[in-house]
């Protein structure tokens, strides 16, 4: 994982608006994903890309909150929150129910990268990935 080389405190991360958080978790996640399927197995990037979709989807993000949850802060149920609650709009044949949680999700990795907390995306990351045994 790559390290923000330009923290800044809790209170002025949380002052971005969820969606300009969202709009950098995005981002983080995207490359977190890239990264651990690269690191996984040398494949063309075809089949990267095809692995990569069962990840990044609103579906998969939001089932990737589920087994999150229960591990945030209160704060970072805070954020989350803000993101999920946000006014998002989902994509024409997305669930609005996954679509919000997948926001909320990306709020809270763009919120904790900017807030340089990169011990704890490891670990949310981490637990994204611990049952990936392909």
């Known amino acids: 994982m790559f390290t923000n080389i330009n923290p800044m405190d809790k209170r002025s991360a949380a002052q971005y608006s969820p969606l300009a958080l969202a709009y950098l978790g995005d981002g983080i996640y995207e490359l977190n994903v890239r990264e651990h399927l690269l690191l996984k197995a040398n494949k063309s990037n075809g089949?990267?890309?095809?692995?990569?979709?069962?990840?990044?989807s609103a579906s998969a993000q939001a089932a990737f909150c589920n087994k999150i949850?229960?591990?945030?802060?209160?704060?970072?149920?805070?954020v989350f929150k803000r993101g999920r609650n946000s006014n998002a709009t989902?994509?024409?044949?997305?669930?609005?129910?996954?679509?919000?949680?997948?926001?909320?999700?990306?709020t809270l990795i763009?919120?904790?990268?900017?807030?340089?907390?990169?011990d704890r995306l490891s670990e949310i990351f981490n637990l994204i990935f611990s049952e990936d045994n392909t």
């Not at 949850?69 to 805070?78: G, H, M, S, V």
């Open 110 to 118: 763009g919120y904790l990268y900017l807030s340089g907390q990169n």
């Open 47 to 56: 089949k990267l890309h095809t692995e990569a979709l069962r990840y990044v």
């Open 90 to 106: 989902p994509h024409k044949n997305s669930d609005v129910g996954e679509y919000k949680a997948a926001t909320g999700l990306e």
């Open 69 to 78: 949850l229960e591990i945030l802060t209160e704060e970072e149920l805070a």
